[in-house]
C-alpha cells in the first residue's frame, strides 16, 4: 500500500513538471498532502488509537486546506498570470526528471542491500527533493519557488515515513507548525513584494550584490 | 520547572504581553527584565552555584551552557540599547515595525535558548527553524526595497538549508537502523555513545546535508550570500544580534554532529569538509573586502570570515579547538560593538555607502574612536580577545597535521586586515564634501556606555583568563575528546 501512495506521489511529481498553469502546482499540492495523510493513516486500520490521529488531522489540515488554500488566496489576491514562464524547455525539463529519477531509484536500490529501508517510498521522496529543487532553479515567478518549496517539504515528510519509524509527536507537530509559517510569511512578504516592485518574479530581486 | 521557566517559558509570555502592551516603553522594560533574569540565570549555571533540571528534550552541559551565556549576554545588551534605538525617527512607513519589535525579540530569545538547550535533534531543528521565523520579520524594519529584497533571500534560503539539515537528522536515524540509539532517536548523548555503531555510508551523508544545510544560518560560503544581505540590511541592534548569536547557535549542530562523528572512522572525512568550507568563507571575505562599498556589508563578510576561522579551529581539533570556542566568544562580543558603532554611523550620515561617509573622527569623535577600538579588537591586535583566540588557533594549526593551511589563512586574513583597515580609516579620516557643517558636538549615549564596557569585557576576560571559563571550556574539549 506504501508502494501504491508513493507511486502516486512520483506522477502527481510529472504532473507538476509538465503542467503549463499555476493552478495545477496548487493542486499537486492538495493531491500530495492527502496522499502523505492516507499514508499515515494506514496503521489505523489494523489498530485505532485515538491519540496517533492527531498527526494525520493536522496534517490534513495543513497541508491540504491551510496551505494550498492560502497559496491560491495569494495567487487571486496578487493576480499573478495564472500561466508560468519557465526558462527551460519543458520537455528538456521533463527529461532532466526523468534522468533524476532513475538516477535516485537505482542509487536507493543498490543502498537499500546495506541498510534495510524501503525503496520505494525513500526514493519517491528523495525525487521529490531534488524535484522542488529544480523548480526554484528553473522558474521565475516567486509564487512557484514557494511551491517548490512545499513540494520539496512533501518530499522530505515521505523520506521521513521511509526513514525513521516514529519521530515524537511534539517534534512533529513543531515541524509542521514551522512549515506553515515560513509559508504564511512567505505570503506576506510576496504581498509587499508584489506592492513594492510591480512584480513577482526573480528579476525584480537584483538589488543586492557587491 | 523553574529554570526551564526563565529560560523559555517567560519569554514566550513576555512576547505575548508585548503583543497586548502598546506602549513601547512598557514593552522595553518587560523585556529588559526577561533579559536580566536569563542573563543572571545563566551566568549562575555557568558558574555551577545552581544545577538545572530540563524536561525531555532539554538538557545542559558545559557546551549549552557556555552558548547559553554567549546568547544572554548579547540579548541583554541588545535589548538594552533596543530603546534608544527605537526612538530614532525612521520613515512614517517603518512605523508599524517598532510595534511587533520587543515581541519578536522574546520570541527570539526563548526560541533560541530552546534550541541550545536541547539535547534532541527534532528539538533542535523545530527550535532553529523557529529562530529564523522570529528574525526574518525583524530584517524587514525599515521597509525599505532593500530589506524587503534581504529578507525575502535571508527567509528562502534557510528554509530550504533548514530543510537539508532536516533530511540530514532523517539519515542519522537511518544510521542508527538496527542498534541502540534506534528505540530512544536522535538523542544526542545516546548517539555520541554508541557513535561506533552507526553506519558510515549514512553517517556521512548525513554530516554533509546538516553541515550544508546549517551553513545557510551560520553563513559558511558559499551560503553565506542570504545571511550577508541580511545582517547588512537589518537595523543595527538585530545585525548584532544575528551575527553575535544566531550564528552561533546554528553552529551548534553542527558541532553536535561533529561530536558523534568523531569516534568513528569518518571522522577525516568530516574533518576534510569543515576545513574546506572554513578555507572558502575565509577566502570569500578576503575577496570581497577589495570591492565592498558597504560597511556594514564589510561588517557582514567580517563575520563570515571569522565563523570559517572558528570552524577551521574546530575541525583542526588539539589546542586549535580550545582557540575556536575562545574565538566564539570573543567574536559574538566583538560583533555586537562593531554593529552598534556602525549603526551610530548610519544613523548619522543616513547611508551604509562607504564613499558617503566621512571625517568620521570629526564629526562624531565618540563613537568614531569606539570604532577605531572595535576594528583592533576585530582584526586580532592585542590586549583585545580574539589576538589570544587566533594565536591559539593558528599555533594548533601549526602543530597538526596539515600545518600548510596556516600558510593559506595568513594570506587570507593579512589582506582582509588591509582591506577593512583601508575602508575603515578612509570613514574615520578623509575630509568630507564640506556640505555638512560641523554640527554641535557629539552627546555621550547609553549605546557608547554598552559599547565601552563590551571592550572592558572582552580584554578583561581575555587577560584575566577566568578559570571556570578555562575549565569548562576543557569541558567542553573533553566531551569532543579533544587531546592537547
Known amino acids: 500500500m506504501e508502494n501504491v501512495l508513493s507511486i502516486l506521489f512520483c506522477l502527481s511529481l510529472f504532473y507538476v513538471v509538465v503542467t503549463t498553469r499555476v493552478k495545477g502546482y496548487v493542486t499537486v499540492l492538495r493531491v500530495q498532502g492527502l496522499i502523505l495523510t492516507v499514508l499515515l493513516m494506514i496503521p489505523f486500520y489494523y489498530h485505532f488509537s485515538f491519540y496517533g490521529i492527531i498527526i494525520p488531522v493536522t496534517l490534513l489540515l495543513v497541508k491540504v486546506f491551510f496551505i494550498p488554500g492560502y497559496i491560491n488566496k495569494i495567487i487571486i489576491d496578487l493576480d499573478i498570470k495564472r500561466r508560468i514562464e519557465p526558462t527551460i524547455q519543458q520537455i528538456s525539463f521533463l527529461l532532466l526528471v526523468i534522468a533524476t529519477m532513475v538516477v535516485i531509484f537505482l542509487a536507493s536500490h543498490i543502498l537499500s542491500r546495506s541498510t534495510g529501508l524501503d525503496v520505494i517510498p525513500f526514493a519517491s521522496g528523495f525525487s521529490a527533493i531534488v524535484i522542488g529543487i529544480f523548480i526554484m532553479m528553473f522558474r521565475k515567478k516567486l509564487i512557484l519557488h514557494v511551491a517548490g518549496f512545499l513540494i520539496m517539504e512533501n518530499g522530505i515528510f515521505l523520506f521521513s515515513t521511509a526513514v525513521a519509524s516514529e519521530l515524537p509527536m511534539m517534534i512533529e507537530l513543531g515541524v509542521l507548525l514551522d512549515v506553515f509559517v515560513v509559508v504564511f510569511l512567505m505570503g506576506i512578504a510576496l504581498n509587499r513584494i508584489s506592492d513594492t516592485f510591480k512584480g513577482f518574479e526573480v528579476r525584480h530581486l537584483e538589488r543586492l550584490k557587491d | ?484
Open chain 2, 1 to 484: 520547572m523553574f529554570e526551564f521557566s526563565i529560560f523559555i517559558i517567560y519569554p514566550l509570555l513576555a512576547a505575548g504581553f508585548c503583543y497586548l502592551a502598546k506602549d513601547l516603553r512598557i514593552q522595553f522594560g518587560a523585556s529588559l527584565v526577561i533579559a536580566l533574569l536569563h542573563l543572571g540565570l545563566s551566568l549562575f549555571v555557568f558558574l555551577g552555584f545552581y544545577q538545572p533540571h530540563m524536561p525531555t528534550y532539554f538538557a545542559v552541559d558545559s557546551l549549552s551552557k557556555l552558548f547559553l551565556l554567549i546568547l544572554s549576554n548579547v540579548y541583554f545588551w541588545v535589548v538594552l540599547v533596543s530603546y534608544s534605538y527605537l526612538k530614532r525617527p525612521v520613515m512614517p512607513k517603518a512605523e508599524g515595525g517598532k510595534k511587533l519589535y520587543f515581541l519578536l525579540l522574546n520570541f527570539y530569545l526563548a526560541s533560541n535558548s530552546a534550541a541550545i538547550l536541547s539535547n534532541h535533534f527534532g528539538m533542535y531543528w523545530v527550535a532553529a527553524e523557529a529562530t529564523t521565523l522570529s528574525v526574518v520579520p525583524l530584517i524587514y524594519f525599515y521597509r525599505n526595497e532593500e530589506s524587503l529584497e534581504a529578507m525575502w533571500k535571508y527567509l528562502f534560503l534557510v528554509s530550504v538549508g533548514i530543510a537539508f539539515a532536516f533530511i540530514g537528522i532523517l539519515l542519522l536515524a537511518l544510521s542508527a537502523k538496527e542498534t541502540v540509539p534506534e528505540e530512544k532517536q536522535l538523542f544526542f548523548q545516546l548517539f555520541i555513545r554508541n557513535a561506533t555503531l552507526l553506519n558510515p555510508i549514512w553517517l556521512k551523508a548525513s554530516f554533509i546535508f546538516i553541515f550544508v544545510g546549517l551553513s545557510t544560518k551560520i553563513g559558511i560560503a558559499p551560503m553565506h550570500s542570504g545571511d550577508v544581505d541580511a545582517t547588512s540590511n537589518a537595523p543595527s541592534p538585530v545585525a548584532a544580534l544575528m551575527s553575535g548569536s544566531l550564528r552561533i547557535t546554528a553552529l551548534l549542530g553542527v558541532m553536535r554532529i561533529l561530536q558523534i562523528i568523531r569516534p568513528t572512522s569518518s571522522y577525516e572525512f568530516a574533518r576534510v569538509i569543515l576545513i574546506v568550507g572554513a578555507l572558502l568563507s575565509v577566502f570569500v571575505a578576503f575577496v570581497f573586502m577589495f570591492k565592498v562599498n558597504n560597511y556594514k556589508r564589510m561588517l557582514a563578510y567580517s563575520s563570515v570570515e571569522h565563523l570559517g576561522i572558528i570552524l577551521l579551529g574546530l575541525a583542526v581539533g588539539g589546542l586549535a579547538f580550545i582557540g575556536a570556542i575562545y574565538h566564539t566568544i570573543y567574536n559574538s562580543i566583538t560583533k555586537v560593538v562593531l554593529f552598534l558603532t556602525a549603526g551610530n554611523i548610519h544613523r548619522t550620515y543616513k547611508s551604509r555607502e562607504v564613499d558617503r561617509v566621512a571625517s568620521v573622527l570629526d564629526r562624531m569623535p565618540k563613537t568614531g574612536w569606539l570604532f577605531v577600538l572595535a576594528f583592533f579588537a576585530i582584526s586580532g591586535i592585542p590586549p583585545f580577545g580574539i589576538f589570544f583566540s587566533e594565536i591559539k588557533i593558528f599555533e594548533g594549526i601549526l602543530f597538526s597535521d596539515k600545518p600548510y593551511v596556516l600558510a593559506i589563512v595568513m594570506f587570507f586574513l593579512l589582506f582582509i586586515f588591509i582591506n577593512m583597515g583601508k575602508i575603515i580609516f578612509a570613514m574615520l579620516y578623509k575630509e568630507g564634501t564640506g556640505q555638512h557643517s560641523r554640527e554641535e558636538t557629539e552627546r555621550f549615549e547609553l549605546n557608547h556606555i554598552v559599547v565601552i564596557f563590551l571592550l572592558i569585557l572582552l580584554t578583561a576576560i581575555a587577560i584575566a583568563s577566568p578559570d571556570i571559563l578555562y575549565r569548562n571550556i576543557m569541558n567542553i574539549a573533553n566531551d569532543f575528546g579533544v587531546r592537547l
